[in-house]
T-cell receptor, first 112, second 114 residues
Framework: GIQVEQSPPDLILQEGANSTLRCNFS?????LQWFHQNPWGQLINLFY???GTKQNGRLSATTVATERYSLLYISSSQTTDSGVYFC??????????????FGKGTKLSVKP | DTGVSQDPRHKITKRGQNVTFRCDPI?????LYWYRQTLGQGPEFLTY????????KSRLLSDRFSAERPKGSFSTLEIQRTEQGDSAMYLC????????????FGPGTRLLVL
């Protein structure tokens, strides 16, 4: 099956710093989502981005489908950005039912 | 719309007991997914419904796990004869088939088996 690898596994930032999180996937996809899991366990949708670039406030994401990676950019980080960031994909092959395959996540800690 | 809801939010049970969790999807969504998340890992897909039909259940972890969505609205996930290894967060998600299908997750049910 498709493999999803995220890097780095852990990231510590000072408030105000910028960061880039990476997601590599091993096969073509028809769905790629970025999530933020807050300390209470809630998964919050950030982007649906199987290809191209999107921006939402201080966050932006780029997926280069031909090279099988996606990047999540966080600018001017805030303590509320702390948590675990997950990349999840749905493989693009016949019979796929839309279930997402998650990476192991990047744990981000933003210090004041 | 209040999003995906799950009940209970926390469950503590003794080994060998049965537990049942409920998920209410976003009202217009006809697809519903169950995932399990253990500590330090990403969510792992368990099963999937489109309306009341369970279209994928081969990923359910054992025959002790079962799920239903009898009227195509809410769903239940049951674990029989719980084991300590079943301790995890159980997440439900829903989506509406579209060209940009996005899954929305509930807050999860955290299960602890003693």
């Amino acid at each position: 099956g498709i493999q999803v690898e995220q890097s780095p596994p852990d990231l510590i930032l000072q408030e105000g710093a910028n960061s880039t999180l990476r997601c590599n996937f091993s096969d073509s996809v028809n769905n790629l989502q970025w999530f933020h899991q807050n300390p209470w366990g809630q998964l919050i949708n950030l982007f649906y981005i199987p290809s191209g670039t999107k921006q939402n406030g201080r966050l932006s994401a780029t997926t280069v489908a031909t090279e099988r990676y996606s990047l999540l950019y966080i600018s001017s980080s805030q303590t509320t950005d702390s948590g675990v960031y997950f990349c999840a994909v749905d493989a693009d092959y016949g019979g796929s039912q839309g279930n997402l395959i998650f990476g192991k996540g990047t744990k981000l800690s933003v210090k004041p | 719309d209040t999003g995906v809801s799950q009940d209970p939010r926390h469950k503590i049970t003794k080994r060998g007991q049965n537990v049942t969790f409920r998920c209410d999807p976003i009202s217009e969504h006809n697809r519903l997914y169950w995932y399990r998340q253990t500590l330090g890992q990403g969510p792992e897909f368990l099963t999937y419904f489109q309306n009341e039909a369970q279209l994928e259940k081969s990923r359910l972890l054992s025959d002790r796990f079962s799920a239903e969505r009898p009227k195509g609205s809410f769903s239940t996930l049951e674990i029989q004869r719980t084991e300590q290894g079943d301790s995890a967060m159980y997440l439900c998600a829903s989506s509406q088939p579209s060209a940009q299908e996005t899954q929305y997750f509930g807050p999860g049910t955290r299960l602890l088996v003693l």
